[in-house]
Structure formats: C-alpha cells, structure tokens
C-alpha cells in the first residue's frame, strides 16, 4: 500500500524568506508525486508533478520540489514566500496504473507574515 | 473550460434526511472520484470511477452512502438517512483514465452540514 507523510501540521515564514513543506512517501515501483494548494472554501488545485526525470520540478506560482529516491521524500520549495502563499498544501502519491488511485497527506498549513 | 462542477455549493439538512450531492466530470475526463475533508480525518477518498463504472468503493463509510455515475457525465453521491457526523466538505474529482501521470482536477465541493 502506498502513503505519504507530511510532518508539520504547520509551517510559518516571513515574506521574503524561502519556505520549504516537507513530504515523505512510501509506494512499491516509481512513484508519480503531486503537490496540491487549497485556498479556503476551494478545492484542491495542481502545483507540480513528479513523474521521471530531473530531481528539481518547477510548477505555478514559482513554486518548486525536490524529489530525493534515497530519502523518499518529495519537499516544497520556494525561494522568496509571498503573503498570498498562506493556504493549505498537500502532497500525493498516484499508483502507477490505470486506476491511478491517489492518497494523500494530511496537508500542511503554510501561513506567510508579512 | 469551466472544471469540475459541484452543487450544491452548500447543503443544511437535519439528520434523517436524504441528501444528494452532484458533480459533472470536465469533458473528456473518464475517471470520477468522491472525497471527503473533516479536520479529523483529512481527505478521505469515498469511491472511484473509471468509465462509469465503479472500481472502488472500500472508502465508503456506511450502507448509508451510495454513489452513481449514470453517463459519463454526472455522477451523484446520496446519504440517505443523514446524520451529525457526515458534515464535512464534500469533493469531487476527474482525471483522464489510464494517464496516472496527469494530476486530478477538484471542485470546490459541497459543504454538507447535518443538524
């Protein structure tokens, strides 16, 4: 079975600095990894996606990831956090089949002070 | 494209009651899934879809709970009788089939509270 692991319920940084939500996971195979944001009363939209390839995925908003086999860890990364980054964040794992069932992390609270 | 398209946005209901919450899939998208989000227990996948055919169905909480998906566009989830602790946000969410590499495209679901 897969999972994924998002340590922090919360994580805070002041505007200007670079922020990183961490994520670790746990799949049979290659994993695909997916980075979500939700805005209060929104879904869950797409940030970026790990699928093969080079380590470091950029994707909106000039957020980034770092995908590290050896750590199984998939961490959120971006280098100058902007007040409008504060929302909630989750990490995904998606079954390399047709299916393609996701789970989740429990989501990680990203609040930037200005 | 207008993306996954939930109604209602939010539902009251006193328990006992019947409840029916509706997604239409964006175009195209033949994979369907049902989400529920509580602070307790985060996102919680209900049900699947592939091509109008349910495949998963091991997250559905009680018999209470039923979902369709009668064409490749609608689908609906019913909790028939309601009760307290089904309030929670409601999700639904389309990908295409057989592209696990592509990420789900969420509404902005259904706020379900039962009195």
């Known amino acids: 079975a897969q999972s994924v692991a998002q340590p922090e319920d919360q994580v805070n940084v002041a505007e200007g600095n670079p922020l990183t939500v961490k994520c670790t996971y746990s799949?049979?195979?290659?994993?695909?990894l997916f980075w979500y944001v939700q805005y209060p009363n929104r879904g869950l939209q797409f940030l970026l996606k790990y699928i093969t390839g080079d380590n470091l995925v950029k994707g909106s908003y000039g957020f980034e990831a770092e995908f590290n086999k050896s750590q199984t860890s998939f961490h959120l990364k971006k280098p100058s956090a902007l007040v409008s980054d504060s929302a909630l964040y989750f990490c995904?794992?998606?079954?390399?089949?047709?299916?393609?069932?996701?789970?989740f992390g429990d989501g990680t609270t990203l609040t930037v002070k200005p | 494209d207008a993306g996954v398209i939930q109604s209602p946005r939010h539902e009251v209901t006193e328990m006992g009651q019947e409840v029916t919450l509706r997604c239409k899939p964006i175009?195209?998208?033949?994979?369907l899934f049902w989400y529920r989000q509580t602070m307790m227990r985060g996102l919680e996948l209900l049900i699947y879809f592939n091509n109008n055919v349910p495949i998963d169905d091991s997250g559905m909480p009680e018999d209470r709970f039923s979902a369709k998906m009668p064409n490749a566009s609608f689908s609906t989830l019913k909790i028939q009788p309601s009760e307290p602790r089904d309030s929670a946000v409601y999700f639904c969410?389309?990908?295409?089939?057989?592209?696990?590499?592509?990420?789900?495209?969420f509404g902005n679901g259904t706020r379900l509270t039962v009195t």
């Open positions: 799949v049979s195979g290659n994993p695909y």
């Open positions: 995904a794992v998606r079954e390399n089949t047709n299916a393609g069932k996701s789970t």
């Open positions: 175009s195209g998208h033949n994979s």
């Open positions: 969410a389309s990908s295409f089939f057989g592209q696990p590499n592509s990420p789900l495209h």
